[in-house]
């Protein structure tokens, strides 16, 4: 049986949410053929838990040798990985077809060449990305969730505002899944000349460690702090226009607390995994009580969700600011709720001191190099909190006390994180406690 043949592949594709785990059953929601390819829904069962994935499939007796690794068994295989067929999806795009349950669309005014070839990114972990040419990235949901995908809501609103600092976005294809309008994939403007962030942060951290020992970060050839301030520029330009572009509200103080109270919890099952968490926790608590003084209401809007350094490009010409989906393993309804825009300064500053510590994790010199580590983080924190204000982000005495507990939050999870993930890594969170 198909089903039976998917679960066995399932279990090794780098996208399944469910590793370790034994499924327990396998269903096909929906089979809906397409020209060229098989688009599928499956339920996958485990534990008790339901998630859904979406597959194409494509048939051949004869697999080419660049498309081996993408077999499934019995003449079936990954059609993602195959361009000869994937152009379909461009093709269904930009003529508005429904295939069944399958909705392609496209962007009101956009033009989409249906003529590129496809190639696969191969970095991600939870979906997967097909490049086409130079001019589009398709980026598809394997694990679904039932409604809009916030990244689709959020940059066809600031594309219509004429937003500088997205990409643009050309089209999407979507289903209904529990009587819900569902994403399955959003296609945008792919940037071939551009720069990660996390690069360019690190290419700057290496110059500094090989530089003179007295040489001050503002000093080293590498200086991010230019950079640093033109993103926080950016990043309050893209506040204000999705302050623009969706509703706002202020949480009163109230509100507040219980979020901190979550924070609070957090940091007690952070510490009870991780001791070494432990005597950094008064320092925490300290933290947390200062917000939960504050006295005022405080604004909350759409934001990113997920903001750090790996979200964000530097083209020729600006910063552009990708992803906006939001953290994937969270529900929607949490994704699109309102939250302080401190919360993706917190993400980011805290991506600032990840791309000066991570280089001296196996470092000869960590020890000796800890000092400028620190005055790299600091110099470009600051350089970024500038460009923010100066592109009109609020930073009041308030807001400070805020984004401190928005940051020690953040660690506390990070201490969590790697801990289970990655021990190695453990150093650069618990860092975050000693400034």
Not at 135 to 163: D, W
Not at 189 to 212: C, H, I, K, Q
Not at 376 to 387: K, P, Q, S, V, Y
Request: contains cysteine; proline residues 6%.
């Amino acid at each position: 049986m198909l089903e039976d043949t998917l679960a066995s592949w399932i279990t090794h594709q780098r996208w399944f949410a469910g590793k370790g785990r034994p499924i327990d059953t396998l269903r096909i929601e929906s089979d809906t053929s397409l020209p060229g390819l098989r688009h599928l829904v499956i339920a996958v069962q485990q534990s008790g838990v339901t998630d859904r994935y979406q597959l194409l499939l494509g048939h051949s007796d004869h697999l080419p040798d660049r498309l081996r690794h993408a077999h499934i068994a019995d003449g079936l295989y990954d059609a993602l990985h195959d361009f000869e067929v994937t152009g379909v999806l461009l093709e269904l795009m930009a003529s508005g077809t429904t295939f069944g349950p399958i909705r392609f669309r496209h962007l009101p005014g956009t033009a989409i060449d249906t003529s590129l070839r496809s190639l696969v990114l191969g970095a991600e972990q939870s979906n997967t990305s097909l490049v086409y040419g130079e001019a589009y990235i398709c980026k598809l949901f394997r694990r679904l969730i039932p409604g809009t995908n916030p990244e689709l809501e959020i940059v066809s609103a600031l594309a219509a505002r004429g937003a500088k600092h997205i990409a643009q976005p050309y089209g999407w294809i979507e289903t209904d899944l529990d009587d819900q309008p569902t994403t399955l994939a959003i296609m945008q403007e792919f940037l071939p000349t551009a720069n990660d962030g996390w690069d360019l942060a690190l290419a700057s951290v290496r110059d500094l460690y090989g530089a003179m020992p007295d040489m001050a970060a503002a000093e080293a050839g590498g200086d991010f702090s230019a950079e640093a301030c033109r993103l926080g520029l950016a990043t309050a330009e893209v506040h204000r226009e999705l302050a623009e572009a969706f509703p706002t509200d202020v949480v009163e103080p109230p509100e507040v607390k219980r979020m901190v109270e979550a924070f609070r919890r957090n940091l007690e099952r952070v510490v009870a995994e991780v001791p070494e968490l432990a005597p950094h926790a008064p320092v925490v608590e300290a933290a947390f009580h200062r917000v939960e003084e504050v006295t005022g209401a405080v604004p909350v809007q759409r934001v990113h969700g997920d903001y750090h350094l790996g979200q964000v490009m530097r083209t020729t010409t600006d910063w552009i600011i990708l992803d906006f989906e939001g953290e994937p393993g969270q529900p929607l309804a949490e994704r699109r709720a309102l939250a302080s825009p401190l919360r993706d300064v917190a993400g980011m500053l805290r991506s600032f001191d990840y791309a000066a510590r991570h280089l001296l994790l196996d470092h000869s010199r960590a020890e000796e190099l800890e000092e400028r580590a620190a005055g790299w983080t600091a110099h470009n924190r600051e350089a970024f909190l500038d460009g923010y204000v100066r592109g009109g982000g609020s930073f009041t005495e308030t807001d400070a006390a805020l984004l401190q507990a928005l940051e020690y939050g953040k660690a506390v999870y990070e201490v969590g994180y790697e801990s289970r993930n990655r021990p190695g890594w453990l150093p650069i969170p618990l860092a975050a406690f000693t400034r």
